[in-house]
């Protein structure tokens, strides 16, 4: 069955992107499940400013497109204080990350 991570990451392989850097984190394993399907090599680091410097790197190196997968809260914080601070200014790449679920969605399971 499709999901939203399959999704993301077919749209991410229409756009031409061959591998994503990220620092592991669960709420974005569903897209890690849709680009390993979607044959979307997946780097681990250790982190998330690494990923971003990885993702900048790669389409400095291959010109394709950098990708880096960030978790919510903390992982985007760490991660997006490289993007405003690039070695090149004209070098494109994309970072996302997804959100976790609300603690009301939580709690609304647990009132039932």
Known sequence: MIHGGWLV???LKREGVEVVFTLSGGHIAAIYDGCLREGIRVVDTRHEQAAVHAAEGWTKS???PGVALLTA???VTDGEQVSPTPTSPAVPS???AEQPPSVSGIAARYRR
Do not use: D, E, V, Y
């Open 94 to 96: 994309s970072s996302l």
């Open 73 to 75: 809260g903390p992982g």
């Open 9 to 11: 990451a077919k749209i």
């Open 62 to 64: 291959t010109r394709t």
